[in-house]
């Protein structure tokens, strides 16, 4: 009996048919690729040139880093970034003609909720509208990040800038990306009522929120990859309460992050509970009543 493995459906007695079958294959792949908005041609596309960004001139050529080189751009903050399904970046400096300096940053993401959760977890400044992005955030003069789509876009100034300078070069590269891209449905589990505005951070790993909620630096909850996390800090009258939920791949997973939870002696914890594959807690200045119903309400309870 012949192992034929082959396609059905195809006719494969001759080469020519053969080869013809994968080259019009191809093409209608890469014709359905481009169809669906996955990205630019190259990630080196999104940069604009002298003409459509005037008053500045484009210093060298792009620069890419993949996961090998990373640490090259971003020596010791690499892991950050792998955190959120990092593939690739690629930097730009412009110079106007009065010597100031933009480096432009474009990184793409495995998934616009990567993008997404890079980009609550690099807030730093006010919000800020951006051509076709979803959300932007600045520090007027010096800084301007936003996403869109898998794409995490930053622009900074060496020196302090008018902000006309940052928003058009952000809106230029914003106008080459491919829009689109939702909140992560978690982030939706967040009761609205004393949430304060703008502290939400999505994640995958225990790294990007350290510095928001220490849980220990062992990874006590067993997250990674397949695991997503929403982060945000509620108003405790006169203190500040943070609401932690996490999905897991399946029950079991969840009842596991509980009970080591439960065990690791985490400073702060008022109350934890799971429902399926969903674990909460709440930590921080909440009475157990308050930090109880809050909890309920985000795990659907």
Same mark, same amino acid.
């Given at each position: 009996?012949?192992?034929?493995?082959?396609?059905?459906?195809?006719?494969?007695?001759?080469?020519?048919?053969?080869?013809? *079958?994968?080259?019009?294959? #191809?093409?209608?792949?890469?014709?359905?690729?481009?169809?669906? !908005?996955?990205?630019?041609?190259?990630?080196?596309?999104?940069?604009?040139?002298?003409?459509?960004?005037? +008053?500045?001139?484009?210093?060298?050529?792009?620069?890419?880093?993949?996961?090998?080189?990373?640490?090259?751009?971003?020596?010791?903050? #690499?892991?950050?970034?792998?955190?959120?399904?990092?593939?690739?970046? @690629?930097?730009?400096?412009?110079?106007?003609?009065?010597?100031?300096?933009?480096?432009?940053?474009?990184?793409?993401?495995?998934?616009?909720?990567?993008?997404?959760?890079?980009?609550?977890?690099?807030?730093? !400044?006010?919000?800020?509208?951006?051509?076709?992005?979803?959300?932007?955030? =600045?520090?007027?003069?010096?800084?301007?990040?936003?996403?869109?789509?898998?794409?995490?876009?930053?622009?900074?100034?060496?020196?302090?800038?008018?902000?006309?300078?940052?928003?058009?070069? #952000?809106?230029?590269?914003?106008?080459?990306?491919?829009?689109?891209?939702?909140?992560? @449905?978690?982030? +939706?589990?967040?009761?609205?009522?004393?949430?304060?505005?703008?502290?939400?951070?999505?994640?995958?790993?225990?790294?990007?929120?350290?510095?928001?909620?220490?849980?220990?630096?062992?990874?006590?909850?067993?997250?990674?990859?397949?695991?997503?996390? *929403?982060?945000?800090?509620?108003? @405790?009258?006169?203190?500040? =309460?943070?609401?932690?939920?996490?999905?897991?791949?399946?029950?079991?997973?969840? =009842? =596991?992050?509980?009970? @080591?939870?439960?065990?690791?002696?985490?400073?702060?914890?008022?109350?934890?509970?799971?429902?399926?594959?969903?674990?909460?807690?709440?930590?921080?200045?909440?009475?157990? *009543?308050?930090?109880?119903?809050?909890?309920?309400?985000?795990?659907?309870?």
């Amino acid at each position: 009996m012949t192992n034929d493995k082959r396609s059905p459906g195809v006719v494969h007695g001759g080469g020519s048919t053969w080869t013809w *079958v994968v080259v019009h294959g #191809a093409l209608l792949l890469t014709l359905l690729l481009a169809g669906c !908005g996955g990205g630019p041609a190259a990630l080196t596309d999104a940069f604009p040139d002298a003409d459509a960004f005037p +008053g500045w001139t484009p210093v060298g050529g792009v620069e890419t880093f993949e996961r090998e080189n990373l640490y090259d751009l971003v020596d010791g903050q #690499a892991e950050s970034f792998f955190a959120y399904g990092f593939e690739r970046v @690629a930097v730009r400096n412009y110079e106007s003609a009065e010597g100031a300096v933009l480096v432009v940053e474009v990184w793409q993401l495995a998934t616009p909720a990567d993008a997404y959760g890079l980009f609550t977890a690099s807030i730093a !400044g006010q919000p800020v509208a951006v051509g076709l992005a979803n959300d932007g955030d =600045a520090d007027p003069g010096r800084r301007l990040a936003f996403w869109q789509g898998r794409y995490y876009v930053r622009v900074r100034a060496r020196q302090e800038l008018d902000d006309a300078s940052l928003r058009s070069l #952000a809106e230029a590269i914003s106008g080459a990306l491919p829009s689109g891209g939702e909140r992560p @449905a978690l982030v +939706g589990r967040l009761p609205s009522q004393g949430l304060v505005e703008r502290s939400v951070i999505f994640f995958h790993e225990e790294i990007s929120i350290q510095d928001e909620l220490w849980l220990g630096g062992g990874n006590l909850l067993g997250l990674g990859p397949e695991t997503d996390g *929403v982060l945000a800090r509620y108003d @405790a009258g006169d203190g500040v =309460a943070r609401l932690l939920l996490v999905q897991y791949p399946d029950a079991e997973g969840a =009842a =596991a992050g509980l009970g @080591a939870l439960e065990g690791g002696q985490i400073g702060g914890l008022v109350a934890a509970s799971a429902r399926d594959n969903l674990l909460g807690a709440v930590f921080g200045d909440l009475d157990s *009543v308050t930090a109880g119903s809050l909890l309920a309400e985000a795990l659907g309870e």
